[in-house]
């Protein structure tokens, strides 16, 4: 399989935060902002891997700034790294007034998700590989290297001390 940019699986999706979204507290509940985000990742991840992908984790979220209804959200989101089976996809999510066109949008939240390619019978399948087009790919697809080293090494040490 030949490499791909992570321009071929870029997507954007967008939410007019309404009523319905709300928490306790009057802003968009996280939830609804994570879900968001999901479903931007998984579009990306399956683009890329030609196929059906599932979420395998959710590594890291970080909410910036609340949400509020009226608010148009718009998370973008690219493939970051690739491995065998496996890929990292970012998401960037950022909120403007829906009745204020020419508002600088605001950073909002910022996750990184891992998926799974799988075939039609749910196990791990082949994917291309990923091919950096400039400097700020090639940033991003090494510090997912670092976030994957990370979660690997956690993972063993968690599991090794469960065994003593």
């Known amino acids: 399989m030949e490499p791909l940019p992570p321009s071929f699986g870029r997507v954007s999706l967008t939410l007019l935060a309404g009523p ?21 990742a998984g579009a990306v991840a399956q683009r890329h891997s030609g196929g059906p992908a599932v979420t395998a984790a959710m590594d890291e979220m970080a909410f910036l700034a609340p ?41 909002v939240a910022s996750a990184y ?14 994917i291309p590989g990923l091919l950096p087009q400039d400097a700020q790919e090639v940033r991003r697809m090494r510090e997912a290297e670092i976030r994957r080293a990370h979660r690997l090494a956690r993972k063993t040490e968690i599991d090794e001390g469960r065994l003593t």
């Open 67 to 107: 949400v509020h209804v009226g608010d148009i959200l718009r998370a973008r989101a690219q493939v970051n790294w690739a491995g065998h089976t496996s890929m990292e996809v970012g998401v960037r999510v950022e909120s403007e007034p829906w009745n204020r066109a020419g508002t600088e949008p605001v950073h």
């Open 113 to 126: 998700l891992v998926f799974v390619a799988i075939d039609a019978d749910g196990r791990p399948r082949e």
């Open 20 to 40: 319905v979204h709300v928490n306790l507290l009057g802003n968009v509940h996280g939830g609804e902002v994570m879900r968001l985000v999901d479903s931007t």
